[in-house]
């Protein structure tokens, strides 16, 4: 049996810190506290003392208690980020913080393999979480007052965070599922192309399917990381055109270094390559008035890529597909990339189309292992679905 781990500066949000722990240890599930303060001084009552996680700075502890707050709390995170996921008693994690306490015990807790329960009680949550979240599963839960003192509000929203990781540590999901585990990455414009793939692998496979949105591409990178994805099926890539070209969807500069990490089978395509998301009408830059739109919705403005944004997108991907030491198939639906990207449709552009294959083609350094493939069919064509699965049936089966 592993334990609940409640985290935080003991230093002060001590009281808190303790409340929670109670609370939790009352319901039967076992505690461990882990204090992370950075002024050196050991607190009373707790399992873990700061000296024991700053050991594990690569500097030793000496790195953190600098007596500088800015360094102290920066090598403390790193201390942190490496000690929690070496623990190998983890049930679940609740943390306490204010803007510097989040961002201090988050960067442990997306250290943790998803499933793993991860609270955090925050000052910050109530705002844009996504650089505290990342690609994990992070539950944050807004502070509404300060952590700073035990009131009649914070006690409740404390309690409510502390039983719920009670909860998650007292009943675990059980999930037995045999089937080897596939990533698909998919946007509104390809879902005919994924549906059709997952209706083919679901009877032997469990499909994991991603939405592009920048943070689906990275979700699906992290479980490769963490060996949960046994291949990836990378239809819809359009998150590299938001990073080439500055849109609100964009992937991370490390898209597709967990696939070159991991050497895990890949099959990848082109999908909505074709376009750059923003949101309403009057966020989009002003630099691209004159460029082609289209309104995907009241919130969502999609942007038509250029040839030369074609370009950097295939050199950037092409990079990327030569840094695979796995199998790696590639393939460019020559009829279009996207239900917007086909004959009488708005972003239907074989110029722009032609640009991106022939950069990949050319810049993919093509081996046995990694080849790029062209197709004269559509992306949401039937038969370019079965193009896939035969790619994939050819990576997955060596």
Same mark, same amino acid.
């Given at each position: 049996?592993?334990?609940?781990?409640?985290?935080?500066?003991?230093?002060?949000?001590?009281?808190?810190?303790?409340?929670?722990?109670?609370?939790?240890?009352?319901?039967?599930?076992?505690?461990?506290?882990?204090?992370?303060?950075?002024?050196?001084?050991?607190?009373?009552?707790?399992?873990?003392?700061?000296?024991?996680?700053?050991?594990? +700075?690569?500097?030793?502890?000496?790195?953190?208690?600098?007596?500088?707050?800015?360094?102290?709390?920066?090598?403390?995170?790193?201390?942190?980020?490496?000690?929690?996921?070496?623990?190998?008693?983890?049930?679940?994690?609740?943390?306490?913080?204010?803007?510097?306490?989040?961002?201090?015990?988050?960067?442990?807790?997306?250290?943790?393999?998803?499933?793993? !329960?991860?609270?955090?009680?925050?000052?910050?949550?109530?705002?844009?979480?996504?650089?505290?979240?990342?690609?994990?599963?992070?539950?944050?839960?807004?502070?509404?007052?300060?952590?700073?003192?035990?009131?009649?509000?914070?006690?409740?929203?404390?309690?409510?965070?502390? +039983?719920?990781?009670?909860?998650?540590?007292?009943?675990?999901?059980?999930?037995?599922?045999?089937?080897?585990?596939?990533?698909?990455?998919?946007?509104?414009?390809?879902?005919?192309?994924?549906?059709?793939?997952?209706?083919?692998?679901?009877?032997?496979?469990?499909?994991?399917?991603?939405?592009?949105?920048?943070?689906?591409?990275?979700?699906?990178?992290?479980?490769?990381?963490?060996?949960?994805?046994?291949?990836?099926?990378?239809?819809?890539?359009?998150?590299?055109?938001?990073?080439?070209?500055?849109?609100?969807?964009?992937?991370?500069?490390?898209?597709?270094?967990?696939?070159?990490?991991?050497?895990?089978?890949?099959?990848?395509?082109?999908?909505?390559?074709?376009?750059?998301?923003?949101? !309403? !009408?009057?966020?989009?830059?002003? +630099?691209?008035?004159?460029?082609?739109?289209?309104?995907?919705?009241?919130?969502?403005?999609?942007?038509?890529?250029?040839?030369?944004?074609?370009?950097?997108?295939?050199?950037?991907?092409?990079?990327?597909?030569?840094?695979?030491?796995?199998?790696?198939?590639?393939?460019? !639906?020559?009829?279009?990339?996207?239900?917007?990207?086909?004959?009488?449709?708005?972003? +239907?552009?074989?110029?722009?189309?032609?640009?991106?294959?022939?950069?990949?083609?050319?810049?993919?350094?093509?081996?046995?292992?990694?080849?790029?493939?062209?197709?004269?069919?559509?992306?949401?064509?039937?038969?370019?679905?079965?193009?896939?699965?035969?790619?994939?049936?050819?990576?997955?089966?060596?």
């Amino acid at each position: 049996m592993g334990s609940a781990y409640i985290v935080g500066t003991f230093d002060t949000k001590g009281d808190e810190l303790r409340y929670v722990a109670g609370l939790v240890g009352a319901t039967g599930v076992a505690v461990r506290t882990v204090d992370l303060s950075t002024t050196g001084e050991p607190a009373d009552d707790v399992d873990v003392p700061a000296a024991e996680v700053a050991a594990w +700075h690569p500097d030793g502890a000496g790195a953190v208690f600098t007596g500088d707050r800015g360094s102290a709390v920066a090598a403390m995170t790193e201390a942190f980020a490496r000690f929690l996921p070496a623990r190998g008693d983890v049930d679940g994690v609740l943390g306490l913080g204010g803007s510097g306490g989040t961002a201090l015990v988050t960067p442990a807790l997306r250290a943790l393999p998803v499933g793993v !329960p991860k609270f955090m009680v925050s000052t910050m949550a109530a705002g844009d979480v996504g650089s505290y979240v990342g690609a994990s599963d992070i539950a944050m839960l807004h502070s509404v007052t300060d952590v700073a003192g035990l009131n009649r509000i914070s006690r409740r929203v404390l309690g409510n965070a502390a +039983h719920a990781l009670a909860g998650a540590c007292a009943h675990p999901v059980a999930v037995t599922d045999e089937r080897p585990a596939v990533g698909l990455t998919m946007f509104g414009v390809t879902t005919p192309c994924v549906d059709a793939v997952t209706a083919r692998l679901g009877d032997d496979h469990d499909c994991l399917v991603f939405h592009a949105t920048g943070t689906g591409g990275a979700a699906m990178e992290k479980l490769v990381d963490d060996g949960h994805l046994a291949a990836v099926l990378d239809i819809s890539t359009t998150e590299v055109c938001d990073l080439v070209a500055g849109g609100v969807l964009a992937a991370g500069e490390d898209r597709l270094d967990a696939v070159a990490r991991t050497g895990v089978p890949y099959v990848g395509s082109c999908g909505a390559l074709d376009m750059v998301n923003f949101g !309403p !009408p009057d966020t989009v830059p002003q +630099h691209y008035a004159d460029r082609l739109f289209y309104p995907h919705n009241p919130q969502v403005t999609l942007m038509r890529t250029t040839a030369d944004e074609a370009r950097a997108i295939g050199v950037f991907l092409a990079r990327k597909l030569n840094a695979c030491a796995g199998p790696v198939r590639f393939l460019l !639906p020559e009829g279009g990339v996207s239900a917007l990207d086909a004959p009488g449709q708005p972003f +239907h552009d074989p110029e722009v189309d032609a640009v991106l294959f022939d950069t990949l083609e050319r810049e993919v350094e093509q081996t046995p292992d990694r080849r790029v493939i062209r197709s004269p069919r559509h992306l949401n064509d039937p038969g370019f679905a079965e193009e896939l699965l035969a790619a994939f049936d050819d990576v997955t089966r060596r």
